[in-house]
Each structure stands twice: as C-alpha cells, then as structure tokens.
C-alpha cells in the first residue's frame, strides 16, 4: 500500500473489532481523513495515548481502499493533558473538534490555515491561556469565516450603513439597524457587537478583559456580555448540523 506522511490532529476515535479503533484526524495537507489504528486498545500498543482525542501527532499512513491504516505515529502536541481533567476545558474543546469534524465534511478538502486555527485553539485550552468559552467561541467564528461565513459586524446587513446596531439576525448574516430589524433577528446591544468583534479578530485583550481572565492564573470580577448562544446558533445554521458539544455547555 503506498504511504504518505502528515501531522493531524485527532478529532474523535471509535472501537473497531477486539482491539483496534478508527480514528477521525484532522491533518495538515490532506484534510480531514478516517484512519485504522490496529491494536491501539492493547495495553502495550505502540501507539498508546498519541492517538487519542486532542493530541498532535506526526503520522505515516498506509493508504487503503476504504479506510487508511496508521503505521507509525509521535507525538507533536500532547493537549489532551491539559485539557482532560479541565471539564470546561474539556468541554470547550470538544466544541472545536466538532465544528472541525462537521466543517471538514463540506469543504471536502485540505486547508492548512483551517489546520492551523484548529491547533491553535486546542493548543490554547491546554495551556489555559484565556477563558475557556471564549477560545472555543473564537475558534467557532474564525473557523467559519475562514470558509466564507464571516458575520457582517460593521454595518447593517440590510441599508449597508454603519448605523448603530440593535439586532443580530443569523440568516441575514449579521447586524441590523433598528429601521432595517427584521422580526427573526435577535436583539445585540454594543457590547455584544463588541464582543463578536473581538471572537472574530482574537482580540485576546478585549476578551480576557471582558470574561475576568487573568493570564497568571484564576479569574477576577467581571460584568457579564450579552452574546447568548449566537455563535453555537450561527454554526448551527451555516453547517446545517447542530453542533452537540455547545449544547452541553448551556447546560
């Protein structure tokens, strides 16, 4: 069977037979691929915890006719450490890699800054860099700009004025004016448009200072944003699937 390498990251895992397991990966110059990991469930598998969700790794896959086999894999990012035994964290970055799963089925094709962004965001929940929410959030909003999806926050969707916003309306795609609202939008005050700026641009000063978060560890006192569930319905509608994972998070 003809080989290739790439680096992935792993998005999600399902038994297969006694001990294997088919792995969802999200890779760098192939897309998004299903691959066997033989043995992967025996105790003293070579691969051991390099194949399971959140983790980075540099791979030689065997091409196969319907689904490809992992020969060797290492470790390049191991996240799912700092992510597992968060449950915000853990959480928030099963949001990503559902919405990178549920992406990657209809782009149907490489694209290494989608890749990029993915690693990114997880690499951020591992580390702890800002709030939880926020990175899963970002990522969600970037993700789906990136692939032509990108909410119009600088003026009315409807008159093309830069007139102040007061609704959000999802199949529009983006904020009204107040003689423009239509009745599906939701209401969005300044600080909500502010807030999406700030997701869509990583503007990781706005956000750390809007959520409370403190880079050198814990949180501090903060007034909470009127964002709702706008981003999970936003993917929501663009990726015509529910995005699961969000939902846990309204929980």
């Not at 540099?58 to 290492?74: E, K, N, P, W």
């Not at 035994?85 to 290494?112: C, G, K, M, Q, W």
């Not at 800054?113 to 690693?119: E, H, S, W």
Request: aromatic letters at 6%.
């Amino acid at each position: 069977m003809p080989l290739y390498k790439d680096e992935g990251l792993v998005l999600r895992t399902v038994k297969l037979g006694e001990a294997d397991r088919i792995i969802t990966i999200l890779t760098r110059d192939h897309g998004k691929i299903r691959a066997v990991a033989k043995g992967a469930r025996r105790p003293k598998s070579r691969f051991g915890a390099r194949l399971e969700p959140f983790m980075r790794a540099s791979l030689l896959i065997a091409t196969g006719r319907s689904l490809d086999v992992v020969s060797q894999a290492s470790t390049l990012g191991a996240y799912a450490d700092g992510i597992v035994h968060d449950y915000d964290a853990y959480l928030n970055a099963s949001v990503i890699v559902e919405t990178a799963d549920r992406l990657f089925t209809a782009l149907e094709e490489p694209s290494p800054v989608q890749y990029r962004l993915a690693i990114g965001a997880i690499s951020a929940l591992s580390r702890h860099l800002h709030d939880p929410r926020d990175i899963s959030e970002s990522y969600v909003l970037r993700a789906l700009a990136l692939a032509g999806w990108r909410p119009r926050l600088d003026a009315c969707v409807v008159c093309g004025e830069p007139r102040k916003p007061v609704a959000f309306s999802i199949p529009a795609g983006g904020v009204m004016c107040a003689t423009d609202r239509t009745p599906e939008a939701r209401r969005i005050g300044e600080r909500g448009v502010t807030r999406l700026r700030a997701l869509l641009n990583g503007d990781w000063t706005v956000l750390d200072a809007a959520s409370g978060h403190n880079p050198d560890g814990g949180t501090d006192a903060a007034t909470p944003v009127d964002h709702g569930d706008l981003v999970e319905k936003w993917a929501e509608y663009y990726l015509e699937r529910p995005i699961r994972s969000a939902r846990l998070l309204d929980s």
